[in-house]
């Protein structure tokens, strides 16, 4: 398979319904029913045939959620196809998307040395270990785990903190949301890469999107 970046994938013509997300390049449509979210999921099913990827799907009464889950490599070529013919599924039912609502969640752990406490939380939340930094839900239903190596060890609190990942065109007005809540800036100097936000106890989350990464 052919690699892309995150700014390949939506510089691409066709892709304006989805975002890259942690979790892969993801979509939201709006459906109905039940039944119409089960019958979007077949056509899906059937467009999808003889790709190099296939879908995760989230079924809900109110909206079909899709997901390709992009491994250790990242991106591929086949995920543009992908794309194209999920919309084009889409629009044959009427649906509309509605990229703004997609986001990820995942947890990150310091560790400073990582190394040796992947396997022991692999093997208490019954996940597997992906490329050298993650361990994941085999169903991809829990939030993975990234263990983020740091220089000294912290004591106190967050050494386990939220990521949330959200699409590249949510990220300020997510960030707003939150500081009208009573959260408080941390850290911005990876923007937009991500932010770091505390609550009013010092609770600390990660806002984060695929731009301004290497």
Partial sequence: ????????FHDSDGTADWRFLFSGVTACFRVDSLGQAIEFAGRIGSA???LGRVPDLDLRADSVTVRVFPGVDGPV?????LA???SAAAADLGLAADPQSVQHIQLAIDATDYAAIREFWAAVLGYRLLGEEDAVDPKR???????????????????IH??????????ESRIAAALAAGGRMVDDRFAPAGWTLADPEGNEVDIATWQGRA
């Fill in 162 to 171: 939220v990521d949330v990942s959200v699409p590249h065109d949510v990220a």
């Fill in 84 to 86: 194209h013919r999920v």
């Fill in 141 to 159: 239903i829990g939030p993975p785990i990234w263990f983020q190596e740091s220089p000294e060890l912290r004591t106190g609190r967050n050494r």
């Fill in 1 to 8: 398979m052919t690699s892309i970046t995150p700014q390949q």
């Fill in 48 to 50: 999808v045939t003889g």
């Fill in 77 to 81: 070529a086949d995920d543009i196809e």
